[in-house]
């Protein structure tokens, strides 16, 4: 089956590709990359599976692949569920990570340890044959670091500290962090769901 990964960030195919790969799926994966250009799609919101939802079939329209689309995003309690569904874009599109995250460590600077809390939240959907065939969220509870930590992974990783873990996830192996964050986990639910339907259902077609 060939599956198009829906995504520019390399962070996010790096990622995804770790939990696609070994799962005894027979999947020929497809990048932005290699397709010609397209103009990002909206993101209509409100939720994260909206818009991964609308990322999957706006590239499938425009592929005629099956594709997978995700939305994922930091959500800090104190700053009210921001960064959120913004988190690329929150001070800018193009404002890099060390500036977005010193402003997070900034604006949490007078927050009560107990109030330091925040999750990431990814949303993963399907699309096939015109329609959304598997949706799946997974969230991953962590806290804000007084200071950014690790070069690993990406965008706010360096200042979201994983408690069970003692470290930011920018401390972790790219292992560790699969195997607990919630692109990791929204994954392992789309492997369980294709998985399953390979073994009912060899040679699917998955094409448009
Ligand atoms: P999207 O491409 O609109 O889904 O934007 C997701 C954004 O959320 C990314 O650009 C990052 O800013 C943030 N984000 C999502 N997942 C992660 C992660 O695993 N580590 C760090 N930042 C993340």
């Known amino acids: ?15 995804q590709r770790k939990s696609l790969e070994n799962v005894g799926l027979e999947l020929d994966i497809i990048t932005l990359s290699e397709l010609s250009e397209l103009e990002p799609p909206e993101e209509p919101g409100p939720t994260f599976r909206d818009n991964a939802a609308a990322k999957a079939l706006y590239y499938h329209r425009a592929s005629g692949l099956a594709t997978l689309g995700e939305d994922s995003g930091l959500v800090v309690d104190f700053l009210d569920g921001e960064p959120g569904v913004h988190s690329a874009r929150w001070l800018g599109h193009d404002t890099t990570y060390d500036v977005k995250n010193a402003r997070v460590v900034e604006l949490l600077s007078e927050a009560p340890e107990a109030e330091r809390t925040a999750r990431y939240v990814s ?21 804000i670091a007084h200071e950014p930590s690790g070069e690993g992974g990406f965008g706010y990783d360096p200042i979201f500290y994983y408690p069970p873990f003692g470290a930011t996830m920018g ?38």
């Open 171 to 208: 401390e972790l192996t790219a292992e560790q962090k699969n195997g607990v964050s919630h692109r990791g986990k929204a994954m392992a639910s789309l492997v369980d769901f294709l998985v399953s339907r390979q073994s009912r259902q060899p040679g699917i077609d998955t094409a448009t």
């Open 1 to 15: 089956m060939k599956l198009l990964l829906a995504t520019t960030s390399e962070g996010k195919i790096r990622e």
């Open 123 to 143: 949303a993963v959907a399907l699309v096939e044959h015109q329609s959304v065939v598997f949706v799946s969220e997974a969230t991953c509870e962590g806290r």
